[in-house]
Nanobody
Framework: QVQLVESGGGLVQAGGSLRLSCAAS????????MGWFRQAPGKEREFVAA????????FYVDSVKGRFTISKDNAKNMVFLQMNSLKPEDTAVYYC???????????????WGQGTQVTVSS
């Protein structure tokens, strides 16, 4: 089992940047692929980005490609989401998730953190 705690959310103007962090504890972090999802008010939770157990492979939803970067630091048991050129439509609660298989991460299963709010003002 793994426990996840997100941080780094906040209020930012359109065009600005934020870096989300997810700290993991529990079983060996290198055993887990990691991902980020988000949920806007009144909408379903959606996939944003994922990275393989080694961090060498990354995947993104089309709407964030070129703006967001996911990275995994296995030495620090952390995963990050660097978000640049933020838009008001990026406003959501962002969740970190983990699973031993990246397909499971991308499907929205596995372990979840409590979420961190990101608000982008126009």
């Amino acid at each position: 089992q793994v426990q996840l705690v997100e941080s780094g959310g906040g209020l930012v103007q359109a065009g600005g940047s934020l870096r989300l962090s997810c700290a993991a504890s529990g079983r060996a972090f290198t055993s887990y692929a990691m991902g980020w999802f988000r949920q806007a008010p009144g909408k379903e939770r959606e996939f944003v980005a994922a990275t393989s157990r080694s961090g060498s492979s990354t995947f993104y939803v089309d709407s964030v490609k070129g703006r967001f970067t996911i990275s995994k630091d296995n030495a620090k048991n952390m995963v990050f989401l660097q978000m640049n050129s933020l838009k008001p439509e990026d406003t959501a609660v962002y969740y970190c998730n983990a699973a031993t298989v990246i397909a499971t991460v991308k499907s929205g299963s596995g372990y979840w953190g409590q979420g961190t709010q990101v608000t982008v003002s126009s």
